[in-house]
């Protein structure tokens, strides 16, 4: 397994048919944590971020998931490969452009992955295909402990993890679900919702985390407070507050759509479908937006042309740099909307797909 | 032959089939007569437009065009059947929605229709596929002659025809071409192509004449000069001047499209076609336009899953009135922009063609 067999095989949490697949896309956690003996990476020297590199590559290596762990040197790697790890969501834009010596231990099934010399020296991420947050925490719990058996986390009895950023004191943990939310956005109620869910102190972002837009109606919400709470509380909350909560308004929007406004909802369902099997060149903004209707058509049965598996291997292969890689070549912005379409197509129409290992 | 079939079938003009047709949709030439004996009819009593209508409507009865002629009592008329005639090019706005006694006689191909008691006492409309001047002008030459055996028209040795408006005094006659021109209008040279023509004090006007707006980039070229040039002449500055002058230009920006911007003019077309076999609810002036493209990629090759016919028939049965006729029954704006989507996939999935008399 190398980051070329990345670009044509959907991991596991891509798969789309987790727990609640129709509105969850995947729960995430993540772990950030520091060495003792080593200054946070600000005040870190060259060599002190490469010794932080081997010894945590070293640990990594031993490491014991479910499935083979490659290691990436991300200041080693080409730009194109930087890239399609973000679009992955295995590594964050801010360490893709970073300096220094870092990296990326990615498990082959792509649940886990853990980034060298980030903002902290070891964030740990795992990641599962719809609702499963209690399951990505035993997997994230499992794997801190068997690293803290080889290593030594800064941790103060008073304060817990200490960390780079303050925000993350404590914990260190982040929870992150990407939700579906199609029709909330089409009643006009989205709005009410997000603002419920930051009296709660939690942040809604973009379909590529911190700073971005949300765009084919994909939102993260993750929590803000990583102090004062256990981890298991933290969870909690998502598993059984805000997170049902969500999903039952989008699922009360989806019947509202289906039984008082049908031919609108099928309308935008099937337009959009007939964009992408007829477009000759698309934007990758365009797509999320379009693939983002058809996949509401699909989960609520307007659309039985096209199944979920396909929409989710379009969703992730028509971002540039797997567009890139899957054509071997590097291709200008316009250049690449036309080889999108092209792909899409293809793709739509049951042909090209040779990427495929489920 | 009646009203109701003319709902179903689409007459001659229609087949897109005529000298020129990827560009010239229709050839129409209109002469204006006012009878002898009779005020024009601002100043006619109810009595004298009864009178007028019965001379007319008798006068008609016995003319021998290529086929059956009937007759359409426009004051008796629902207002369906009066917009469906409008849809049809067969009576002006104007006629639908006037007072008193007033009438239109059509042929069964429609070719020929006669307004009795429109502005003038009569207005004789003979329309023909592509570019067909020549054949029109002899069509209603002999039908102006043929009436003119029976009934005397208002005429003055210096002036000419006598008409109620004074622009059309002289020899009565509108010439109008009725072009399509979408690439001139995705290259950005419209507006210079008009301005010439403006200047050649040529008329430039939407899909419905006067005071309509240009749709689905349909343009309809007429003469505003009736007077001190005979009809030959009119219709050589047409035939041998601004016409193929306009065709070369769209000509030429369709192989500028073709060579060098291949993908964003199939895209345009493609896009188009799909939303038209996708779309659950449209508006006329969407379908116009995307029609519009569709016609544009079967000229030019590019699209080969759909014929010119069904785009023909297409743009014809999916205007309101004919909407309504083709259900038989009266629908809301919003209904009927559902029934015409259903009616689009359908004949784009090549069921549902009951109106096919070829």
Redesign the interface.
Known sequence: MNLDDLATQPGEWLRGDGPLSEIVISSRIRLARNLVGFPFLGKATATQRRELQRILRDRIKTLKVDDDVFYVEIDRSEELDRQLLVERHLISRQHAEGDGSRGVAVSGRETVALMVNEEDHLRIQVIRSGLQLDEAWQDINHIDDAIEEDVEYAFHEQYGYLTACLTNVGTGIRVSVMLHLPALKLTGELERVFRAAKDMRLAIRGLHGEGTEATGDFYQVSNQITLGRSEEEIIDDFKNGVIPKIIEYETRARDLLVREKS??L??RI??A???L?????VSSEETLFLLSHVRMGVNLGRLDSVDLKTVNDLFLMTQPAHLQKLRGERLTGEERS?AR?EYIRQRLAGGGNNNNNN
């Open positions: 031919s609108a099928d309308d099937f337009r479908l007939g964009a099997e007829n477009a000759r060149t036309i379409a």
